[in-house]
């Protein structure tokens, strides 16, 4: 499985951007599909997942300013963040497990085995 992200930028704070991850390799529908970020000198953490049928979920310091959506057909996965905050400037990551279930809800990096290799995001206030 192959994943390219991106869509990174600097942007100021309240704005927005649009992440993209390619997919391939597998059937991408299949899968449940995550963003994970990493700001700096913090560890990696979970932003949100989907399942191949459109269910979400996110991280409570995301919720409601992003939302994870994905086109199956295109095997792409994105990531809308608006009312971007100086707080989400991190390196965000798309990533794909190996299986189908998980006894931690997809969201822990340790869900994840396939993984991109990231785009910065930058915020400024």
């Known amino acids: 499985v192959q994943l390219q992200a991106s869509g990174g930028g600097l942007v100021q704070a309240g704005g927005s951007l649009r992440l993209s991850c390619a997919a391939s390799?597998?059937?991408?529908?299949?899968?449940?599909m995550g963003w994970f970020r990493r700001a700096p000198g913090k560890e990696r953490e979970f932003v949100a997942w989907?399942?191949?049928?459109?269910?979400?979920h996110y991280a409570d310091s995301v919720m409601g300013r992003f939302t994870i959506s994905r086109d199956n057909a295109k095997n792409t996965l994105y990531l809308q963040m608006d009312s971007l905050k100086p707080e989400d400037t991190a390196v965000y990551y798309c990533?794909?497990?190996?299986?189908?279930?998980?006894?931690?809800?997809?969201?822990?990096?340790?869900?994840?085995?396939?993984w991109g290799r990231g785009t910065l995001v930058t915020v400024s206030s």
């Open positions: 990533a794909a497990p190996n299986s189908r279930y998980s006894t931690t809800g997809f969201a822990y990096p340790h869900d994840y085995e396939f």
């Open positions: 390799g597998r059937t991408f529908s299949d899968y449940i």
């Open positions: 989907i399942t191949g049928g459109g269910t979400t």
